[in-house]
């Protein structure tokens, strides 16, 4: 089987690597829920997945990948069907380990936006908004985003903070009643980033095969670090691509 893989691909792969067993997973709809169903059946079997409408431990079929929350399909062998509010508890209760996120705008301090690009009353685009993004990003343990690389998305400052990571990072997270959690690393087409511990501005970790620091740089709107040690990342294996591709036969989310 070719490993020829496209951006999405790409990044439903490496998104699946940073989970790990025995851990708890909020995951969004699309990319991050796709790949952490990939990340259960590959070398996660002890993974849970927890879904917004209110579902807990379910398995994803090859197929089968819901495109909602609130649908049937993400209940499949389910270990708990609670009402939504109980998804969010649990996470304010300190049992959910990651959140597993997109969004549309991402700053330097890992802040999100999904509300509106532009002025909030009379925006240029009014996003879909924030679901549980909130809750997520201010609720689990730690938070991964998963995202496409561009310029655009990657800007100095989000113009509407729907989820919160490190806010200002000057310990203004923890001045806002945060006292836990917080953005641990954001996952692109183009490599792996990562947060410098004392000021939590973004900095890059890794890059993928065949991708450069200054590629990186150029499709970022501000100031990338680089961490102490830059690795490259392995390729997509075949059979990384094909369960991926199983799992999402009509390719919805995977172009």
């Not at 020829?4 to 990319?31: H, I, K, P, W, Y």
């Not at 991708?211 to 390729?235: D, K, M, Q, S, W």
Request: with cysteine; net charge neutral.
């Amino acid at each position: 089987m070719s490993t020829l893989c496209n951006a999405a691909e790409l990044l439903a792969v490496m998104a699946s690597r940073q989970l790990r067993d025995d851990t708890t997973v909020f995951a969004g709809v699309g990319v991050p829920l796709l790949a952490a169903a990939l990340a259960k059946q590959r070398h996660a079997p002890r993974l849970t997945l927890v879904i917004e409408g209110g579902i807990i431990g379910p398995e994803i079929a090859p197929g089968r990948l819901p495109i909602s929350t609130n649908e049937m399909r993400a209940g499949r062998r389910a270990q708990m069907l609670p009402g939504i509010t109980d998804a969010f508890l649990f996470a304010q209760r300190g049992f959910v380990d990651v959140g597993f996120m997109g969004g549309a705008q991402i700053d330097q301090y890992g802040n999100i936006n999904t509300t509106a690009i532009g002025d909030y009353w009379k925006p240029k685009v009014r996003l879909p908004g924030t679901g549980g993004a909130n809750d997520i990003a201010s609720l689990c343990r730690e938070v991964i985003i998963v995202t496409a690389h561009e310029k655009r998305r990657f800007v100095p400052r989000v113009e509407f903070v729907t989820s919160p990571a490190w806010l200002r990072g000057d310990g203004s997270r923890r001045a806002a009643g945060l006292l836990f959690g917080g953005v641990s690393r954001v996952v692109t087409t183009l490599g792996l980033l990562g947060f410098d511990p004392e000021t939590k501005r973004m900095l890059i970790e890794a890059v993928h095969a065949g991708e450069t620091v200054e590629t990186i740089r150029a499709n970022t709107g501000f100031e990338l670090g680089l961490a102490p040690t830059l690795e490259t990342t392995a390729p997509p294996a075949a059979d990384e691509l094909e369960m991926l591709r199983a799992l999402d036969p009509e390719r919805r989310f995977l172009g």
